[in-house]
């Protein structure tokens, strides 16, 4: 072969190379033409070389070159064909090229969890009723957990058995400690900060030492409601509840109160409502005590008032069909995906 076609076919060549690595669209496209072109055992330029030994000799020199040069060009060209395709890594730069103007892919989003979700509601429908929001800390010393709400030292919910009391608050000198037990603690707390009239719900968690299972669970949640007026009577308690009642479950609800016992309240109920021809237990309920009363500064011959407090996972699990409260704290998403 003459020098002159030598030089010829690789120049061709080379423009040949670099349009096929400009045309890839993809990785597999790409590794297609380094294989058609630079591949060590058939490739075109491989092939090429094989051309060196039929031009002359005092031609080899130069065609030597060349061919150097061109392999060099060719290379290069594949070196920026891969980059412009990323990373060169099959997996990530298959597929079709990116398009910026295709919609996004949609995250998935969550949602509230079924207990927020109740509480808001609750707090909701109390709201419309006139009551406001209070808050109180988990951590509760004994005035606020028992004392002021009249359940004396002797008695049985002050067991220390049957609470949560803190090590560490004892050791500090400073008194005993525990983690509320209740949320009653609230309308301590509400009550020695303002005066009559009172109007509040308090929504929290509460501690006892309890085994888990269906209908019970170490830490649980409270709605506790109080209010505080002149002339305040069972009538008022009994249709606030039927209200409340009626809007968190719907459709006609009767209240049902059977007589219980409550060291702050007098007299004390048990609240039940109707629901699909079925009574459940709601919570407990009651007026509130005038030790209670007294408790915190108020006169019990100027006002009067009632106090309620209901679980807040017994109404959420009344509602939805949840039979083991449990259910609440796995955090299984199949079955928060469904509230
Ligand atoms: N604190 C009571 C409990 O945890 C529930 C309760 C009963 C709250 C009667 C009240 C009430 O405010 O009046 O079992």
């Known amino acids: 072969?003459?020098?002159?076609?030598?030089?010829?076919?690789?120049?061709?060549?080379?423009?040949?190379?670099?349009?096929?690595?400009?045309?890839?669209?993809?990785?597999?496209?790409?590794?297609?033409?380094?294989?058609?072109?630079?591949?060590?055992?058939?490739?075109?330029?491989?092939?090429?070389?094989?051309?060196?030994?039929?031009?002359?000799?005092?031609?080899k020199p130069a065609a030597g070159k060349k061919f150097n040069e061109v392999k060099q060009a060719v290379e290069a060209a594949f070196a920026a064909a891969q980059e412009r395709a990323g990373s060169?890594?099959?997996?990530?730069?298959?597929?079709?090229?990116?398009?910026?103007?295709?919609?996004?892919?949609?995250?998935?989003?969550?949602?509230?969890?079924?207990?927020?979700?109740?509480?808001?509601?609750?707090?909701?429908?109390m709201g419309r009723l006139g009551f406001s929001v209070a808050q109180g800390p988990e951590i509760e010393d004994e005035r606020h957990n028992f004392e002021a709400l009249n359940i004396p030292q002797a008695h049985p919910a002050r067991d220390p058995l049957e609470n949560f009391y803190l090590a560490t608050a004892e050791k500090l000198g400073a008194g005993p400690m525990l983690l509320r037990s209740q949320t009653s603690t609230v309308q301590i707390r509400v009550m020695e900060a303002q005066r009559p009239p009172v109007r509040i719900i308090s929504l929290g968690r509460v501690y006892r030492p309890d085994t888990a299972d269906a209908t019970h669970y170490p830490m649980f949640h409270q709605i506790e409601g109080l209010l505080v007026d002149k002339h305040v009577t069972m009538a008022d308690l009994k249709s606030t509840l039927r209200l409340f009642a009626k809007s968190y479950f719907g459709g006609e609800v009767h209240i049902r109160f059977r007589p219980s016992f409550f060291p702050f309240t007098e007299p004390s109920v048990e609240v039940d409502m109707q629901w699909h021809d079925r009574w459940i237990e709601m919570g407990g309920a009651g007026m509130v005590d005038p030790n209670v009363l007294r408790a915190v500064g108020y006169d019990p011959d100027e006002v009067s008032g009632f106090a309620f407090g209901l679980g807040v996972e017994r109404v959420c699990a009344r509602r939805h069909h949840v039979t083991d409260i449990r259910e609440f704290y796995r955090n299984d998403v199949r079955f928060l995906e469904q509230f």
């Open 1 to 59: 072969m003459s020098l002159a076609s030598f030089l010829a076919e690789l120049d061709a060549l080379a423009a040949e190379a670099v349009k096929a690595f400009a045309a890839a669209m993809d990785a597999a496209a790409l590794e297609a033409a380094r294989v058609e072109y630079l591949g060590a055992k058939s490739g075109k330029l491989k092939d090429a070389q094989k051309g060196l030994g039929t031009v002359g000799k005092d031609d």
């Open 88 to 125: 060169g890594d099959a997996a990530v730069s298959s597929g079709p090229p990116f398009d910026p103007s295709q919609p996004g892919a949609r995250p998935r989003l969550g949602h509230l969890h079924p207990l927020t979700q109740t509480i808001d509601e609750l707090k909701d429908i």
